[in-house]
């Protein structure tokens, strides 16, 4: 059979089995044993076991567990709140100060977890009421938070930019340090239109907000937020400076953002910490066996020649070289509408990859558009992670009114895909300067 006919009854038999419910990780093991054992026969099926594991043999992946016990960690206690209160004293006076503290505190916080739903959680419980209250819309509310929790994949320490760097083979630090300058041009657009809807609308909710801060006001909730910035400002230094490696950093990491939970936010209860331990764990476990699936996924799609014969069609495309960007830009959107970050990146960046880079752009600034494209599916349907953390917290609120609000700041990220690829040394600028130019 034709490699690309194949690989079109891969796709069409993987998105039937995932739609069927079956855990991402189960499914593609399904599909990548089905395939393999109709078009390749029996013996194929004796290196699996070998291969699932060998995928899971890499000391880098011990960053990643590291990594999700400080986001629970963080998460666990009040430090959202405590940084949503933060940044509310000092932003009150701004005009749509309350929906840009929101959106400042889910930048910080999405860099301290590194998780989306975390974040939206954490932030959306305090935000989203008192944007109500004090007399903004709905959706404005919902939306704002649901977007703003995107960051949390896109600023580092960000899990998915490991998994990329796992399954591309690139560096996890010069990935990290990618996503700096992006993240901040992302929380810039995301800040711009919520000052620019608020004088849309009239200011509303500032004129009733009546609420003032003193200084000593602003000043006493900052020792609750800043240990945890400074051990995340610690972290990046020590993965950049050359004094650790991205696993024994994240190992560091873990291990102060529980000292720090302990002693500041006197989370010394063994249930706490037993929570915060076995929440870490499922979710660490979930994203291992699905890096392991991923693999003998892979290996099936190289075994039956349809990755090669995927490359050679893209490659041999007579079109432009941003036409093939702006073709694979809409497959990662449509992929991301109903695949978790981390499936589609072990999907195809191993596949897109040769591709990208043949055709002349940057491995860590394709990253980048990865991720953006990947935040973009967190809040459209219909997996939507965000939008259904944010009708969990909000019940009241209907998914179309998050949705709407969540609309424009999807506007933002395409406008950041448009700006990075105009300008992809907002990318690399960062990597090249702290790391050196790449060889």
Do not use: H
């Amino acid at each position: 059979m034709d490699p690309l006919v194949l690989g079109g009854l891969v796709a069409i038999a993987t998105v039937l089995v995932l739609f069927s419910g079956v855990p991402v990780g189960a499914g593609l093991l399904i599909v990548a044993t089905f395939f393999l054992y109709v078009f390749d026969g029996p013996r194929s099926l004796q290196a699996l076991p070998e291969l699932f594991y060998g995928d899971l043999n890499s000391f880098a992946l011990l960053s990643i567990p590291m990594f999700i016990i400080m986001g629970s960690a963080i998460s666990s206690t009040r430090a959202g709140p405590d940084l949503y209160e933060a940044l509310e004293r000092w932003l009150t006076k701004v005009p749509g100060g309350l929906v840009v503290s929101n959106l400042g505190a889910c930048a910080l916080f999405a860099a301290m977890s590194g998780s989306s739903p975390a974040t939206c959680a954490a932030i959306g419980k305090m935000g989203i009421p008192e944007m109500r209250k004090r007399g903004y819309p709905d959706e404005v509310a919902a939306g704002s938070i649901a977007a703003g929790g995107t960051l949390g994949i896109l600023i580092p320490p960000s899990v998915t930019m490991i998994v990329y760097g796992i399954a591309t083979e690139t560096s996890i630090g010069r990935l990290f340090l990618a996503g700096v300058l992006p993240g901040v041009l992302l929380v810039m657009l995301f800040i711009a239109w919520a000052i620019y809807d608020t004088w849309r609308r009239g200011a509303a909710g500032v004129a009733l907000s009546g609420i003032s801060y003193t200084w000593a006001q602003r000043f006493e909730v900052l020792p609750r937020v800043i240990p945890f910035i400074v051990i995340i400002a610690g972290v990046l230094y020590a993965l950049y400076g050359g004094v650790a490696t991205p696993s024994e950093t994240a190992a560091v990491g873990a291990l102060l953002c529980i000292v720090v939970a302990v002693v500041v936010y006197r989370m010394y209860q063994p249930t706490a910490l037993w929570a915060v331990l076995r929440d870490s764990t499922r979710e660490s476990v979930m994203i291992l066996f699905i890096i392991g699936a991923a693999g003998v996924f892979s290996f099936m799609l190289s075994s039956l020649f349809v990755t090669q014969s995927i490359a050679e069609w893209i490659a041999n495309l007579d079109v432009n070289r941003w036409v093939l960007m702006g073709i694979i830009n809409l497959f990662l959107l449509v992929a991301g509408f109903f695949l978790p970050p981390v499936a589609v990146i072990l999907m195809s960046a191993p596949i897109l990859l040769p591709i990208i880079i043949t055709a002349g752009f940057d491995p860590y600034w394709f990253a980048v558009i990865v991720t953006i494209n990947m935040e973009i599916g967190l809040i459209t349907p219909p997996v939507g992670l965000n939008l259904y953390v944010i009708n969990g917290i909000a019940p009241d609120i209907s998914l179309k009114k998050i949705l709407v609000g969540s609309m424009p700041f999807v506007g933002c990220m395409i406008l950041a895909i448009v700006i990075l690829s105009a300008f992809p040394g907002i990318v690399t600028w960062l990597p090249d300067v702290v790391m050196g130019p790449e060889l």
